[in-house]
């Protein structure tokens, strides 16, 4: 009995089963069922079931790793990411499809069968991408030929000369290269700052249009003279005809315009013997002191700076220093107008005659007199000597040293004095207050010796 109610049990639960079980089925349930059992004794040992690709969209669990090569999607619709195989008779998909790793990370790919090495990096994946199968990269393409300067300069000299066209309605012309050698120097033009020449070229053809206002005369000629100051950018004046323009605005109907001219023409002649010789030949020297010998008050301002032109002129400059003390008595004039002018400008005269005196005494043996003319300055010359200008009483001073042989300043001794006790212990070792003290320490040596001998032959009477 107990045997046939066995037998029903076994064909009662195999009628139950689908046709499809199996004893692999049978393993595999008692194989979850093991994978379960060991769940409940350890969650953190749970493995996640590997991904097998077909060619229908699959989900991919979270954690779940997939093999490469596969298409893979978000679906926007779920948020869920999902993955198949892909389509070989679609190659239009399959050339923008990325392959991943299984970090989701994009590893490269063969693109053909006759380019099948993979890409070396992710630079060249970009350049690939960018590129292609060129082999341009950015500018240079690496299978052509560099050219060489004499190519380029070649090249250069077949375009035309001249190429006009325009870029929203403005109109533009190439520049004209007058010769083959500076085909090069025209191209890097439109990339510099303009040369000084360039700037003083333009600036002499503003003075010379007959159209200039009197301000934009004045600010070009300020400007001219920043310049000038420097030697050879002074040297190149004539050459662009700037010597002349400046002798013709000594003429000028604004006094403003005159004495700036004859200010840059004073800038460019200092120490400066070519440019000294060019405005001398010029007739420069006849320009200028009618402007110094003008007795109008108005032209004051002119005055001192063409006096400060014609002192640029005569220093170091034998042939101008003769046409000044024979042709024009320069001398004589300048000791005559002397007490009718500035104080500025008396300044400056004492300083050119002090200098033209020093260059007389270095022309001979040292102990000469000083020129005869120079005895006309002896009370101009120690008349500074009073000024509550310290630049005006070292001035003063110095040139009553350089006039002391012919001069007779014995008249003056007790200022000496009074001046020499003002500045001792004044800043001694300030080279200018040390100059003030020597000058005056051997003036009234000079003047005792001179006391000394007078006295000496009254006595001998």
């Given at each position: 009995?107990?045997?046939?109610?066995?037998?029903?049990?076994?064909?009662?639960?195999?009628?139950?089963?689908?046709?499809?079980?199996?004893?692999?089925?049978?393993?595999?349930?008692?194989?979850?069922?093991?994978?379960?059992?060991?769940?409940?004794?350890?969650?953190?040992?749970?493995?996640?079931?590997?991904?097998?690709?077909?060619?229908?969209?699959?989900?991919?669990?979270?954690?779940?790793?997939?093999?490469?090569?596969?298409?893979?999607?978000?679906?926007?619709?779920?948020?869920?990411?999902?993955?198949?195989?892909?389509?070989?008779?679609?190659?239009?998909?399959?050339?923008?499809?990325?392959?991943?790793?299984?970090?989701?990370?994009?590893?490269?790919?063969?693109?053909?069968?006759?380019?099948?090495?993979?890409?070396?990096?992710?630079?060249?994946?970009?350049?690939?991408?960018?590129?292609?199968?060129?082999?341009?990269?950015?500018?240079?393409?690496?299978?052509?030929?560099?050219?060489?300067?004499?190519?380029?300069?070649?090249?250069?000299?077949?375009?035309?000369?001249?190429?006009?066209?325009?870029?929203?309605?403005?109109?533009?012309?190439?520049?004209?290269?007058?010769?083959?050698?500076?085909?090069?120097?025209?191209?890097?033009?439109?990339?510099?700052?303009?040369?000084?020449?360039?700037?003083?070229?333009?600036?002499?053809?503003?003075?010379?249009?007959?159209?200039?206002?009197?301000?934009?005369?004045?600010?070009?000629?300020?400007?001219?003279?920043?310049?000038?100051?420097?030697?050879?950018?002074?040297?190149?004046?004539?050459?662009?005809?700037?010597?002349?323009?400046?002798?013709?605005?000594?003429?000028?109907?604004?006094?403003?315009?005159?004495?700036?001219?004859?200010?840059?023409?004073?800038?460019?002649?200092?120490?400066?013997?070519?440019?000294?010789?060019?405005?001398?030949?010029?007739?420069?020297?006849?320009?200028?002191?009618?402007?110094?010998?003008?007795?109008?008050?108005?032209?004051?301002?002119?005055?001192?700076?063409?006096?400060?032109?014609?002192?640029?002129?005569?220093?170091?400059?034998?042939?101008?220093?003769?046409?000044?003390?024979?042709?024009?008595?320069?001398?004589?004039?300048?000791?005559?107008?002397?007490?009718?002018?500035?104080?500025?400008?008396?300044?400056?005269?004492?300083?050119?005659?002090?200098?033209?005196?020093?260059?007389?005494?270095?022309?001979?043996?040292?102990?000469?007199?000083?020129?005869?003319?120079?005895?006309?300055?002896?009370?101009?010359?120690?008349?500074?000597?009073y000024w509550e200008s310290v630049v005006g009483i070292e001035r003063g001073l110095q040139a009553m040293v350089k006039l002391e042989p012919v001069c007779d300043f014995a008249v003056h001794h007790n200022w000496l004095r009074i001046l020499k006790d003002r500045f001792e212990g004044n800043g001694e070792e300030d080279e200018f207050v040390g100059d003030i003290l020597k000058n005056c320490e051997q003036l009234l040596e000079a003047i005792k010796w001179t006391g000394e001998e007078v006295g000496k032959q009254?006595?001998?009477?």
């Open positions: 009995m107990r045997q046939w109610i066995c037998v029903l049990l076994v064909s009662v639960l195999s009628l139950s089963l689908p046709a499809e079980y199996t004893l692999a089925d049978e393993q595999s349930v008692d194989t979850a069922e093991a994978i379960v059992e060991e769940d409940n004794d350890d969650e953190e040992s749970i493995q996640i079931a590997p991904f097998i690709p077909t060619k229908e969209w699959q989900v991919v669990d979270d954690g779940q790793s997939i093999p490469p090569g596969l298409h893979v999607r978000i679906n926007f619709e779920t948020g869920v990411k999902e993955a198949k195989l892909l389509d070989p008779e679609y190659k239009g998909e399959a050339d923008h499809v990325a392959t991943v790793d299984n970090s989701g990370v994009p590893v490269a790919k063969a693109t053909s069968s006759d380019d099948s090495k993979a890409l070396k990096s992710t630079g060249d994946q970009r350049r690939a991408h960018h590129y292609g199968n060129s082999d341009r990269r950015g500018i240079i393409n690496k299978k052509t030929k560099p050219f060489t300067q004499q190519e380029l300069m070649e090249a250069v000299l077949k375009q035309d000369k001249s190429e006009e066209g325009s870029v929203q309605g403005i109109t533009y012309s190439a520049p004209v290269r007058e010769s083959d050698d500076s085909s090069l120097l025209h191209l890097h033009n439109f990339h510099r700052h303009p040369t000084d020449v360039e700037v003083m070229l333009e600036l002499l053809v503003l003075l010379g249009d007959i159209e200039t206002s009197h301000p934009e005369a004045l600010q070009a000629l300020e400007e001219l003279e920043y310049h000038v100051h420097q030697v050879d950018n002074a040297r190149e004046l004539d050459g662009l005809g700037g010597l002349v323009v400046l002798l013709r605005l000594l003429n000028a109907s604004s006094d403003e315009v005159r004495g700036m001219a004859a200010q840059v023409l004073g800038s460019a002649m200092q120490s400066n013997p070519p440019v000294q010789s060019e405005v001398l030949n010029y007739g420069g020297l006849d320009l200028l002191w009618a402007l110094v010998s003008n007795d109008r008050e108005s032209e004051e301002a002119v005055r001192k700076r063409a006096l400060f032109a014609v002192g640029s002129l005569l220093r170091r400059n034998p042939r101008a220093q003769h046409a000044f003390l024979a042709t024009h008595h320069g001398i004589d004039v300048l000791a005559r107008m002397f007490l009718g002018t500035s104080p500025q400008f008396q300044l400056r005269a004492v300083t050119l005659v002090t200098d033209l005196v020093s260059e007389e005494q270095e022309k001979v043996t040292q102990g000469v007199s000083p020129p005869s003319w120079a005895s006309d300055w002896c009370g101009h010359v120690s008349s500074l000597i009254r006595e001998d009477l």
